[in-house]
């Protein structure tokens, strides 16, 4: 016969199938900058209005080409920023408006150290007193 035979070649075939498909699923996890921790966090009651929003993500960030927004529940945008720490490349916090007791919006969009950008958004809500 000239070379492999027929099962043979099928089993290459799903090896490489499988080699690809596990690089393509891994690749997205290594390459963005995705939000591992908030303050206030998702879903928060909290008694008294944050002074900071601050962000922490899993790999670095660019402040300079990032926004953070803060918005009420109809969505209008009450404050804006992306303040970053150069100690701290993975963080990006921003100074809060005062906020009246009402459920809030975080909504963000970052330029990952990697060239990706990443956006998503949370709610948290502040508690009448």
Do not use: C, Q, W
């Not at 993975?90 to 970052?110: H, Q, T």
């Not at 990952?112 to 990443?118: A, E, I, K, M, N």
Request: glycine fraction near 10%; avoid cysteine; proline fraction near 8%.
């Amino acid at each position: 016969m000239n070379g492999l035979n027929f099962p043979s070649r099928r089993v290459i075939g799903f090896v490489f199938a499988g080699v690809v498909a596990a690089t393509a699923a891994t690749a997205p996890a290594r390459a963005h900058s995705f939000l591992v921790e908030a303050t206030p966090s998702s879903k928060d009651h909290v008694a008294t209005a944050p002074k900071t929003v601050k962000l922490r993500f899993g790999g670095g960030v660019e402040p300079k080409y990032s926004k953070l927004t803060i918005e009420d529940a109809s969505g209008k945008v009450l404050g804006e920023g992306s303040n970053g720490v150069p100690d701290k490349p993975r963080e990006l916090s921003m100074d809060a408006p005062e906020l009246a007791p009402g459920k809030y919006i975080v909504r963000y969009r970052v330029l990952s150290t990697d060239g990706h950008v990443v956006e998503g958004n949370y709610e948290f809500t502040v508690d009448p007193k």
